[in-house]
């Protein structure tokens, strides 16, 4: 199983700055990571997939980067509705798609 | 844009079986170029993909090894849902649980139901 890490857990970032988010696979998944944006109550939401490819509506202050083994979502400057859970997947393996285990941007 | 409702008991004992639905408008599950998905999600491992069903020369399904054998993904071509069953369920099976539909063949989850808990407690 390919273990998805990322980190931190908790990202404290005050409206306007940029937030970045790191996540980890244990063994290479190529560019096929995705980013999904989740709050309270609610089901994820996709915003990146090919490493670096925006969903259909996902505003442009989103984006992805990075390939292999390394992968990271930047947010260039957090809006209110953007506090919230973010997960990264990995759909390079079938059928053994992983998921990793969040992280939290909250207000500082 | 795909919309996925969710419908299902919440409420279960240990043994018995999970029986959930995923209502599709905005597209078809027979649909070549999409797949249909269930994933849950839970405190204790997470996000957790369980299974998908799609159609290309004919009808395919994939499982997790966690919920192989006890698992079932079925469409409903004649009115347009996918159902999950699950065999012999125990509190490990606690977990709100969701339908998505997937990009094609590649594993992405562009639209998602609104999800269901279900609990499993003797």
């Known amino acids: 199983e390919i273990v998805m890490t990322q980190s931190p857990d908790t990202l404290s970032v005050s409206p306007g700055e940029r937030a970045t988010l790191s996540c980890r696979a244990t063994?290479?998944?190529?560019?096929?990571l995705a980013w999904y944006q989740q709050k309270p109550g609610q089901a994820p939401r996709l915003l990146i997939y090919d490493a670096s490819t925006r969903a259909t509506g996902i505003p442009a202050r989103f984006s992805g980067s990075g390939s292999g083994t390394e992968f990271t979502l930047t947010i260039s400057s957090l809006q209110s509705e953007d506090f919230a859970l973010y997960y990264c997947q990995q759909y390079n393996k079938w059928p053994a798609l992983t998921f990793g285990g969040g992280t939290k941007v909250e207000i500082k | 844009q795909v919309q996925l409702q969710q419908s299902g008991l919440g409420l279960l004992k240990p043994s018995q079986t999970l029986s959930l639905t995923c209502a599709i408008s905005g597209d078809s599950v027979s649909s070549i170029s999409s797949s249909w998905h269930w994933i849950r999600q839970s405190p204790s491992r997470g996000l957790e993909w369980l299974g998908r069903?799609?159609?290309?020369?004919?009808?395919?399904?994939d499982y997790a090894e966690s919920v192989k054998g006890r698992m079932t993904i079925n469409p409903e071509t004649a009115k347009n849902y996918f159902t999950l069953r699950l065999r012999s369920v125990t509190p490990e099976d606690t977990a709100v649980y969701f339908c998505?539909?997937?990009?094609?063949?590649?594993?992405?989850?562009?639209?998602w139901g609104q999800g269901t808990l279900v609990t499993v407690s003797s």
């Open positions: 069903t799609y159609l290309r020369s004919k009808w395919y399904d």
């Open positions: 998505a539909s997937g990009l094609g063949d590649s594993g992405v989850f562009d639209s």
């Open positions: 063994q290479s998944v190529s560019s096929n």
